[in-house]
């Protein structure tokens, strides 16, 4: 569940607020239904199961939002990742939107520039966006997010399109999933990098990382690099959790992570 739990955290984050674990009531639709989201978010029951163990040793004191951040961090260190320190304190929101979540969360159809704004719009850089992307290194997409490429873009080596293809027909299988890594596809290393740098990128938006421009150079630094992608990587996921929290009196602590209480 590693790279299910890191991108639970990632488009809550985009507001570190347990948003996105809100089902939907009649007064709002929640994120889960946004189109990121729907079919593909997974591992609420594994937050459900802290929330659980967690109300029971300490009642009404560790939000929901901090529990996706810390999970993220833990599924990262599990795969054989960096660490870092979650800051804690965050409040659970008591409202979701799936607008906010459709127009925020970068899509794996974008090119370049507008890849390097939806992360601008949030106050990364270039380089932390390219380091954030390496959690690509684990994990699996859905064909129909990759079919395009595969089929249709030359900038992707031959023998990788065809051994992903029996997995993505051109028509169909829509939901069938290949790794985002395929040479270390679970663990979490910088290879992600080095296919990149080898067209190996299972996503247009992958791909577009290492495709000419300006972000070429941080590619092969983090494909020579692990000890950089780690360090950068742990500083980004650090402002990433930091994305305008509630705090304070804001928001409250779900006992339920999936309703307000």
Sequence with gaps: MGAS???LHFHDCFGCDASVLL????????EKSAGANVNSLRGFDVIDDIKTQVENA??????????????????????????????????DSTTASKDDATKDIPSPLMDLNDLISAFANKGFNTKEMVALSGAHTTGQARC?????????????????????????PSTG?????SPLDITTNVIFDNAYFKNLVNQKGLLHS??????????????TTYSNNPTTFYADFASAMVKMGNLSPLTGKSGQIRTNCHKVN
Aim: aromatic share 6%.
């Design 206 to 219: 992958d791909q577009q990382l290492y495709s000419g421009g300006s972000t070429d150079t941080h590619v």
């Design 23 to 30: 089902d939907d009531t009649s007064s709002f639709t929640g």
């Design 5 to 7: 739990l890191l991108r």
């Design 173 to 177: 299988g829509d939901s069938n999933l």
């Design 144 to 168: 129909q997010l990759f079919r395009g490429r595969i089929y249709n873009e030359t900038n992707i080596e031959s023998n990788f399109a065809t051994s992903v293809k029996p997995k993505c």
């Design 58 to 91: 300490c009642p009404g004191v560790v939000s929901c939002a901090d529990i996706l951040a810390i999970a993220a961090r833990d599924a990262v260190v599990a795969l054989g990742g960096p660490s870092w320190n979650v800051g804690l304190g965050r409040r």
